[in-house]
């Protein structure tokens, strides 16, 4: 499989992890998934669980709430490799008080030296109003910031409106 790094932007039920899935269903492989959720609660457990139940016996789920750039490293070249969601990951990362920065420049390596198929999924958070509080407007910045990295990145920029697929960088190589 030659590299190649797809990653796909929207807001919220923007259709953007199903088009990220359908992406990676269309290729050979084996499939991992790297979650980055994390369960607080009844509301959470149970989106979780739906999004499992999405995914067909093919793939191997891999909770990685903190660990993103060590968990895409340990995949090997062969493998399709859907990461859902960034987004998740950044706020865990501000919650734990972790360095952002520091974390970024890490997942940003681990996307350039992947040898496989690598799709990732985030939300497009810079469309809306400034939020009214210093937590959600230092997580709009953080997520930015990713986002503007990982497009950088990525061989393929998507973004969904409405389910509608767009290309924002490169164009569709693979199905």
Known sequence: MTPH???????????????????????????????????????????????????????????????LPAAI??????????????????????????????????LVAAIEAFEGMLILVANETGMGIVPDNALARRFRDAAGRVNQAVAAAAHEVVLVVAGLPMTAKGRAVLP
């Open 73 to 106: 490293r340990a995949q090997g070249p062969d493998t399709v490799l859907l990461v859902d969601c960034l987004t998740l990951w950044i706020s865990n990362l501000l919650l734990a008080e972790r360095d952002i920065d520091t974390a970024t420049s890490d």
């Open 5 to 67: 790094s797809l990653f796909v932007l929207g807001g919220a039920r923007s259709g953007k992890s199903r088009y990220a899935q359908q992406r990676a269903e269309a290729l050979a492989g084996p499939h991992v998934f790297i979650a980055t959720a994390e369960a607080w609660d009844d509301e959470m457990r149970d989106r979780i669980a739906r999004h499992r139940a999405d995914r067909d016996a093919r793939w191997t789920t891999i909770d990685a709430p903190h660990q």
